[in-house]
């Protein structure tokens, strides 16, 4: 039996939750059911609902096999996981940020001063390195607050869009650390449980295929040379030949194939202009090399 460890509310939730969709393992229930436990469509693979800074723990003592969560959870908590997969979603930055008119310039200039923070050991980590002495103030929230009433004189906190370090008044002068969830497993389980990687192989190729996207098309027989030349595709494109309901048409032939999502809208214009027509774009939902 494999336990994975999700969280149970929060932004990362509903993200990972659809992940585990996409990947055809769809998790029964959720946050707004409030239950601590689930199953998956594997009878094998079970789900813990857990709060996202507590996953890195959960997973380091065997509590759950596998976890998902942010990088900045984990590394604060200098868990002893292994990083199995990047999720690439949930990014953001802890930065180092001061009142828009304070005369810190950058963290050098904050030796002997005080900084709150969510995160104490990412934030005594990053002066350290830096070999600046700074008192830490750890706070569990609202800690934009904390250098407009006294408390501290810089903080370390998450950014994502700014917005919230814009509305309190605070600018941002360096970045502490950036963050994206990743996949982790614990290490005993993973030299044990090889399905482990079934799990991440799964989560890849729906990494793998938001990058890209199916394409078809009619071509005539022409233009083919053309066409073949435009597409790269993963092993060349599959060429099908079209039945023409009457004799007298030129004979068309069915491309298929797969195109990095960024190249479409320059690709699908080039084939255009060498002759192919009926042209579908399509997403595709998972990948396995
Ligand atoms: N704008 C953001 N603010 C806070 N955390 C973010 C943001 N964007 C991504 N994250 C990531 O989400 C994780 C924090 O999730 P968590 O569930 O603990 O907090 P939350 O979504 O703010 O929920 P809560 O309402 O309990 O504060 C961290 O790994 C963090 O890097
Ligand atoms: O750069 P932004 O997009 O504005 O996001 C950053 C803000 O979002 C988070 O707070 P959250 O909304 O989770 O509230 P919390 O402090 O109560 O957790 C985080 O602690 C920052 O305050
Ligand atoms: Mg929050």
Sequence with gaps: MIRIAIPNKGRLHEPTMSLFKDAGLPISGGAESRILFAKTTDPDIHILFARAADIPEYVQDGAADVGITGMDLITERGAEVEALLDLKFGRASLVLAVPEDSVFQSARDLEGKKVATEFPEITRQYFKSLGINVEVITVSGACEMTPHVGIADAIVDISSSGTTLLINHLKAIDTVFSSTVHLIANKKSLREKEKI??????????????KKRYLMMNVPEASLQAV??????????????????????????????????????????????????????????????
């Design 197 to 210: 990687l079934d799990i991440k192989t799964a989560l890849e190729s729906v990494l793998n295929a938001k």
């Design 228 to 289: 073949k030349e435009l597409l790269p595709g993963m092993s060349g494109p599959t060429v099908m030949k079209v039945e023409s309901s009457r004799s007298s048409e030129e004979s068309f032939l069915a491309v298929h194939s797969v195109v990095d999502a960024d190249l479409i809208f320059t690709i699908v214009n080039k084939l255009k202009n060498v002759g192919a027509r009926d042209i579908l774009v399509v997403p595709i939902e998972r990948i396995m090399p």
